[in-house]
């Protein structure tokens, strides 16, 4: 591993678990074996580690989401939906770390005073709730989907999905009883009354109304 991506890695570790405040460039360099002179030679202060982080999720999340999507069948715009939710549950699940630091106050806190930090946060969530959005988009031109507003509806989801990786992160609940519920609920809130929402037989993979068999 180049020494830039082991000190992101640590940096990541430790900002999660300890905070942004309260980790030292001390500490990156004991868990790094770099010298404080070389972290200083790739990132010119610890802020600028911490939005180097942010940055690089921002600029996964499009990439992961396409992979992820690729490896999915989906019918309809509504089981886009399905999907989008468990991509970001997915997602919260293999990047806990990032997860955990962007639910900290920490930046926040510097966003009211850095515009680039702002920006990138920003940036993150439009990029997670365009994924709810799209595919609610896709619901409505195929009819599985009611014409609700979609950034609205998209950010309603997005809010309620991930009030439950923070129920899991801060181990007040455990989210995998809920997931069935949490899916049921989305699907709700968006269905088209108007015409059948289809669904996918678990046993046989044939598509049936739902309330059917």
């Given at each position: ?57 921002r ?33 919260a ?11 900290q ?31 609610i ?5 195929d009819?599985?989907?009611g014409?609700?507003?979609?950034r ?33 609920a ?18 046989d ?9």
């Amino acid at each position: 591993m180049k020494k830039r991506d082991a000190i992101l890695q640590a940096a990541t570790y430790f900002f999660s678990r300890k905070g942004f405040k309260d980790t030292s460039m001390a500490e990156l360099s004991k868990a790094t074996g770099a010298a404080e002179g070389t972290i200083f030679y790739h990132f010119k202060n610890k802020q600028e580690i911490f939005l180097t982080i942010l940055r690089n999720l921002r600029d996964e999340i499009l990439p992961e989401f396409e992979k992820y999507e690729a490896e999915k069948h989906v019918r309809t715009g509504l089981d886009l939906v399905e999907e989008s939710i468990s991509f970001y549950l997915y997602m919260a699940s293999i990047k806990e770390d990032l997860f955990s630091i962007l639910h900290q106050r920490y930046p926040y806190e510097l966003a009211e005073e850095n515009p680039e930090c702002r920006e990138l946060l920003e940036s993150i969530y439009e990029a997670f709730v365009d994924i709810f959005e799209n595919a609610i988009r896709k619901g409505q031109q195929d009819g599985s989907i009611g014409p609700w507003h979609t950034r609205k509806s998209a950010m309603i989801l997005f809010a309620m999905v991930d009030s439950m990786v923070r129920f899991r992160m801060y181990n007040l609940y455990d989210i995998a009883s809920l997931y069935n519920e949490m899916i049921g609920a989305g699907r709700r809130m968006l269905e088209n009354r108007d015409v059948p929402v289809w669904r996918t037989s678990d046993a046989d993979g044939i598509y049936t109304p739902e309330g059917v068999g």
